[in-house]
């Protein structure tokens, strides 16, 4: 088995979460991830933000964006989107909140990835500027440029592909 990597960069970010009162006969309430804050919070986790007209926000909890050096060409392709992202992915859980904080990465890939599983909710939220700098920083001092190489095709044996008559024993 081969070793996995680690992250160059570890970034610290706390997480909110949206939980909604759903207007449904078959759930009560639609929960997603609405932001993630440059800073960690001095907060337990699950801490109630804000409550109005049926919507709660909550402080999830701190997660890291971890940054690889593999991936600054897909780091680079979210800035370069207009709308800068960080994934949020909350996972299935049992007991007093239906879900747990699984994550957080600013690689589009990863994010897409995290929606495999089919129950882990998965939301694009807005980079914050401060993490935005950061992730440049990174790009600017990690990543290289890799060249295009096109594999030429092997030429086809022309004899090769010509179709065998009957009977010469290769039916």
Partial sequence: MSPVAEPLV?????????????????????????????DVLDMTPWTVIREQDGVTLFYAGSATVDLYRSETDRYRDNLASGTPSIWIVLSPA???????????????????????????????????????????DFIAEHHVESEFFKRERDRADPEALAQRRRGDGHE
Avoid at 30 to 37: Q, T
């Fill in 94 to 136: 049992e007991g007093a909140l239906p879900y747990l904080l699984g994550g957080v990465t600013a690689d589009p890939a990863e994010g897409e990835a995290f929606t495999a599983a089919g129950a882990n909710l998965v939301e694009a939220v807005p980079m914050p500027e401060v993490l935005r700098r950061a992730i440049e």
């Fill in 10 to 38: 570890r970034v610290s970010v706390g997480v909110v979460v949206e939980r909604r009162r759903a207007d449904s006969p078959w759930i009560d309430a639609v929960w997603r991830g609405v932001g993630v804050l440059p």
